[in-house]
């Protein structure tokens, strides 16, 4: 890849993450927890995309670019006002932005007026001020601070040596300008010192410097961060006077910029000016903060994503290695080799330490998928007339990058089907005596090793009857079955079943759910209800926290083996006689310090021949589901804890009943990975995709 080509794709990587914060923003806007400076930050997103495009040549997104910020620089600058009209315009813009991005980096091109509309609006609404895109006028939202803070607290020296290619680049200086203005005090010094005879005047370059002086009650990192969008680290030089003062620094930034363009080795071609010695440089790192740096020291760096797969997958091979040493080793006599033993037992602790650091690695915070929320709330419930708040809890809880990317349409269809069917109206509410604003949690929480999304809504609930009359409309169940809650609840996951009575934008096709469910399971997850009729519906989502390693209980059952996830173990034990008790419907249970656990019997679940059938001499692994519900499951032997690595029994062969994945042992044997939460599923029938399927 050559240089062009990595800066571009280094382009398009940013343009996704400011996308995102710049949609952050405008739900912060119009909830009524932004401020001017969240409004400015909104108005830097777009200009560095801007920026980037111009760059690049990209004349389509560089024009819609310029119209978006435009309406922001009205907006920003108090000439606009802010409504929630203005909100809905300026997300829509960020769509097509979105779309302008992706055309471009797949070198495509979308349809000629694919971005007319909103273009046009977006001309209207800057040139208009106050007026509307619609003809009726929208309230405002909720008031935004636009004063500049209080100017004095700090006193800067700015000197801003452009290229020539200043305008080439996509940048106005103007709006740099403006932008210091809203921060307090501002006085401007232009050097057109450098500006050639007519003849020799080329409209395309630029052959102006400035020197500013601020006073401002900004700290000194907002300053840089207002500033790097706009230049490059070698045009700029920042000096905060509160410390320079006293110490020989020159007070006149005119003067010195005027100076600093003289000493350029009387090259007066435009970008030539360097900044003088009295208007310090970008300091290095470490070197203290009396110059401030445009960019920050560098700690993190992009890394893609194919490389830390690669090293995830040997990492796994690692540990593979590592289990069949240890199995050989468990064959060599512990007294004769006690330096080959001990240095094998510290290659096993670095191994688990690598791959404790490479997981880390992969590791995002889950607030990457639920900024995508707020927005999806907002459009739904103007779509369906209802009030929804948005509450969101954990978004710092990090989960792998590969279970993140598969997050967003399962929430997304959760929460689409939460507003439609599960949240009444505002007249419903009232005289249900509920709020009329109905309320939607999603949160996030590391459980036993697993990360568990719970979504819960204050509606109506799930109406059974109704669910249970379409599923047999459906033929998805017959009439003579008997069916719990539980199993009633887990027939929205049924495909084709919707309990809508039309079909819209939002639900009524019955695949939404189905799609949920699918989803899950395949990250190696599962999705379980609680409902409340009248009252709320709670959904929680477990998934793994890595698609990778976990630490394991090798059992041996009959002639098979299986690994238990050490993570929903609790203890073990050998029952004692009159402890196992038989049901009259069938089942065992066992009677535990006051408590009946249901028992598992892994070899009748799993038809294993040749196992061990009295219980008496058999081990009960007690066991945590999910739902925090303790089972026992009934094996012959415990083998040892051991970490393997999960590969995907569905990808490779097909999806089983109780079992979430297979595992290479040290002896190179398959064992399956028993998911424990999954046993106790009930199913319709022994033929129904619900029994293999079950959620």
């Keep these: 890849m050559d240089e062009i080509a990595q800066l571009r794709q280094t382009y398009f990587q940013e343009c996704d993450e400011v996308l995102s914060e710049f949609e952050a923003h405008l739900m912060a806007l119009d909830e009524g927890r932004g401020n ?75 349809i000629e007026k694919h971005e007319g509309a909103v273009l046009d609006a977006l001309v209207l609404r ?167 740096g445009i960019a920050p020291v560098v700690s993190s760096i992009r890394v893609d994503l194919h490389k830390l797969d690669t090293l995830v997958n040997l990492v796994g091979e690692l540990v593979i290695s590592q289990a069949m040493l240890n199995e050989q080793l468990s064959l060599v006599p512990t007294d004769k080799f006690p330096g080959l033993i001990r240095g094998v037992q510290e290659l096993s602790q670095h191994a688990r330490n690598l791959q404790e650091s490479v997981m880390s690695m992969r590791a995002q915070p889950v607030k990457l998928v639920f900024a995508r929320l707020p927005r999806l709330v907002r459009e739904v419930a103007a779509e369906t007339g209802k009030r929804i708040r948005l509450l969101m809890i954990g978004e710092d809880t990090e989960i792998d990058k590969t279970v993140i990317e598969h997050l967003h349409d399962p929430l997304t269809h959760m929460i689409r089907n939460a507003i439609d069917h599960g949240i009444e109206t505002p007249e419903e509410r009232a005289t249900m005596g509920k709020p009329p604003e109905g309320l939607i949690r999603v949160s996030a929480s590391h459980i036993g090793g697993k990360i568990v999304i719970q979504l819960a809504d204050d509606g109506r609930g ?85 698609l990778a390693v976990l630490d394991g209980m090798v059992v041996r059952v009959g002639g098979e083996t299986y690994v238990v996830p050490l993570s929903n173990m609790v203890e073990t034990l050998r029952p004692q006689p009159g402890q196992v008790r038989t049901l009259v419907g069938g089942g065992d249970v066992l009677s535990l310090r006051g408590e009946y656990v249901p028992m598992v019997y892994l070899h009748r679940k799993f038809a294993v021949s040749q196992a061990n059938t009295d219980i008496s001499k058999a081990l009960v692994m007690l066991v945590e589901t999910d739902a925090s519900m303790r089972i026992g499951l009934v094996v012959d032997e415990i083998v040892g804890q051991q970490q393997v690595v999960i590969k995907s029994l569905e990808s490779n062969y097909d999806a089983i009943h109780g079992i979430g994945g297979a595992t290479i042992l040290g002896n190179g044997r398959v064992a399956l990975i028993v998911d424990v939460s999954m046993l106790l599923t009930g199913g319709i029938s022994p033929d129904s995709p619900l029994v293999s399927n079950a959620a």
């Design 36 to 110: 001017a400076e969240t409004l400015r930050a909104a108005f830097r997103a777009i200009h560095s995309i801007k920026g980037g495009a111009s760059a690049f040549g990209y004349r389509r997104l560089v024009n819609f670019a310029h119209a978006l910020e435009t309406l922001l620089d009205k907006l920003r600058n108090g000439s606009a006002t802010l409504t929630a009209d203005t909100i809905s315009l300026l997300l829509r813009a960020a769509d097509i932005v979105a779309d302008l991005v992706r055309a471009a980096q797949s070198g495509g091109e979308l």
């Design 126 to 292: 800057a040139d208009a001020g106050a007026l509307a895109v619609a003809p009726d006028a929208a309230p405002t939202v909720a008031s935004v601070n636009l004063t500049p803070a209080p100017a004095g607290k700090y006193h800067y020296r700015i000197a801003f040596n452009p290229r020539s290619d200043l305008f080439q680049r996509g940048i106005e200086p103007q709006l740099m300008i403006a932008e210091l203005r809203q921060t307090g005090s501002l006085a401007v010094t232009a050097d057109a010192g450098a500006v050639p005879t007519i003849e020799a005047f080329d409209p395309k370059r630029n052959y102006l410097s400035w020197a500013f002086e601020l006073e401002t009650a900004t700290p000194s990192e907002t300053v840089a961060e207002t500033l790097s969008f706009v230049a490059d680290d070698d045009e700029l030089a920042i000096l905060n006077l509160d410390r320079a003062v006293g110490n020989g620094v020159p007070q006149n930034p005119a003067t010195e910029a005027t100076k600093a363009t003289e000493d350029s080795n009387g090259d007066t071609a435009a970008g030539s000016a360097r900044p003088s010695a009295d208007i310090a440089p970008r300091p290095l790192a470490g070197s203290g903060d009396d110059a401030l």
């Design 462 to 546: 799930i109406n059974r009857q109704k669910v249970l009359a379409r599923a047999i409309e459906k033929g998805i169940v017959t009439r003579d079955q008997q069916l719990n809650d539980e199993q009633i609840d887990n027939l929205i996951f049924a495909p084709g079943l919707s309990t809508a009575t039309t079909v819209s934008n939002i639900s009524g096709r019955g695949v939404g759910m189905d799609i949920v469910r699918r989803n899950i399971q395949r990250l190696g997850g599962r999705i379980t209800i609680r409902s409340t009729p009248g009252i709320e519906s709670i959904f929680y989502l477990s998934l793994p926290l890595t």
